[in-house]
């Protein structure tokens, strides 16, 4: 059985989760600033459809990119190194949400939804959650979203318009945190993408001992601002 939470529960033991399906630990509560904040910083995040219940997870194993371990295509270095394109971070955190958030494929709808948009902005105004987005001609091209607490950082989800768009972002958002030692980005579930792109599967107490070290780090910066692009 899962936790039913009002809106003071607190989380139970992340060990509590279920198997199947992998990781469902709670469903209720809010999605205020304090809620996400307790969630993220005991390896819990939230996954669910507008309209239907909070559902809270914590899956084990946990998928997890170290930022040095980033793997670059030789198609992908080339593209980085043609200068194409421009990086900002923290410039269109709002457009970065909703063109995640847009159906891909055949997809007809997303678990980002205006509660989400909402509650993630609020965290962004708080200089919690961020953007990197990449533009192209004046036009924003692809980019992506996360939390960031301490020297860890919680990535949520990413989008390309142009090939290879969303890579770019991810290329630049790693050599950044590995220069300001952040220890391991949260990919939360393993997919054979993110896999191709160096992430790799964690034991989920294994996480939760990093994620404890990690969280306790000063912050960088409130609102980011990354070194000049040529470093990567």
């Known amino acids: 059985m899962i936790t039913l939470l009002g809106d003071d529960t607190p989380f139970p033991p992340v060990a509590q989760a279920l198997r199947s399906p992998n990781g469902l630990l709670a469903a209720g509560g809010n999605?205020?600033?304090?809620?996400?904040?307790?969630?993220y910083s005991h390896g819990i995040f939230p996954w669910f459809n507008a309209g239907e219940p909070i559902l809270w997870w914590s899956p084990d194993p946990r998928m997890v990119l170290v930022p040095g371990e980033f793997?670059?295509?030789?198609?992908?270095?080339?593209?980085?190194?043609?200068?194409?394109?421009?990086v900002r971070s923290d410039s269109a955190f709002g457009q970065v949400m909703r063109a995640c958030a847009?159906?891909?494929?055949?997809?007809?709808?997303?678990?980002?939804?205006?509660?989400m948009i909402a509650a993630y902005t609020e965290l962004h105004q708080m200089g919690i959650a961020h953007s990197v987005e990449i533009w192209m001609n004046g036009r924003l091209a692809g980019g992506l979203y996360g939390v960031s607490i301490?020297?860890?950082?919680?990535?949520?989800?990413?989008?390309s318009r142009v090939t290879d768009a969303?890579?770019?972002a991810l290329a630049h958002l790693t050599s950044q945190l590995q220069r300001w030692g952040y220890g391991l980005i949260d990919c939360q579930m393993s997919t054979?993408?993110?896999?191709?792109?160096?992430?790799?599967?964690?034991?989920?107490?294994?996480?939760?001992?990093?994620?404890?070290?990690l969280i306790h780090y000063p912050e960088p910066l409130i609102k980011w601002q990354f070194d000049h692009e040529s470093q990567i």
Request: proline share 4%; no cysteine; hydrophobic share 40%.
């Open 150 to 159: 301490g020297r860890m950082f919680f990535g949520e989800s990413m989008f």
């Open 71 to 86: 793997k670059i295509s030789r198609s992908l270095r080339k593209t980085l190194h043609s200068k194409n394109y421009e």
């Open 102 to 115: 847009a159906p891909r494929g055949e997809q007809t709808g997303t678990w980002i939804h205006e509660d």
């Open 166 to 168: 969303s890579k770019i």
């Open 31 to 39: 999605l205020s600033a304090a809620r996400l904040l307790d969630a």
């Open 192 to 213: 054979p993408h993110l896999a191709s792109l160096g992430a790799r599967e964690m034991p989920r107490a294994e996480f939760i001992l990093r994620l404890k070290e």
